[in-house]
């Protein structure tokens, strides 16, 4: 019901439920705010424009996340999710593309921090920025399952402040972050629903 006990028109009920699922989907892109606008189809694909071409998932994401933040292009997008890596311009002018994540292997950015932290889902590589730059963190990721480590090393995080881990796919695990005499421990999962960003760990 309307004001003053009016019927609402189907029509514009119908309008507010769709704006209610396209304000929803916005919620799932990692780290930045508004959609692509329509590509011009005339343009050089995303992948040559940005020295890609011939790279496959994993490639362009150790690339990118890696790269220092200073060199990370402003017209470039670069959403990981569980099965594929989405590639799109902010600007419009060049097409999506879209390569397949590897079939045995998924790939968690986890963001450690002591004070300041975001919210994310899916990591984007161009514009994702955790807390500690360049910092050496202990990294322990264990199967819940088997008791078996996975990982075990000594990494620098990278420029954004994050570290990039590539896990096997179906796990239950928990992951140990150390720094100096802090640590957080969190549990990790890597089916084809969980996120690719994980940014609440504090170390304390």
Request: glycine share 8%.
């Amino acid at each position: 019901m309307t004001a003053a006990g009016a019927v609402e028109r189907p029509g514009i009920r119908r309008l507010r439920v769709l704006s209610a699922v396209a304000a929803g989907a916005m919620v799932l892109v990692g780290c930045t705010s508004t959609a692509p606008e329509a590509a011009d189809p005339a343009k050089a694909s995303l992948v040559e424009q940005h020295q890609l071409a011939g790279l496959d998932a994993r490639q362009v994401i150790d690339q990118l996340d890696a790269m220092p933040v200073a060199e990370r292009p402003d017209d470039l997008w670069a959403s990981v999710e569980p099965g594929q890596l989405v590639l799109s311009d902010p600007t419009g002018e060049r097409a999506e593309t879209v390569l397949a994540m590897p079939a045995e292997e998924f790939y968690l950015s986890v963001a450690p921090y002591e004070t300041r932290t975001h919210d994310c889902y899916f990591h984007s590589l161009t514009t994702c920025l955790g807390e500690m730059s360049g910092e050496p963190v202990q990294v322990t990721v264990t199967d819940d399952a088997t008791g078996a480590t996975i990982v075990d090393e000594t990494r620098a995080t990278y420029d954004n402040g994050f570290v990039g881990l590539w896990l096997p796919r179906d796990l239950e695990g928990t992951l140990t972050i150390t720094r100096g005499d802090t640590s957080a421990s969190s549990p990790v999962s890597t089916g084809d629903d969980d996120l690719t960003c994980l940014t609440t760990m504090q170390l304390t």
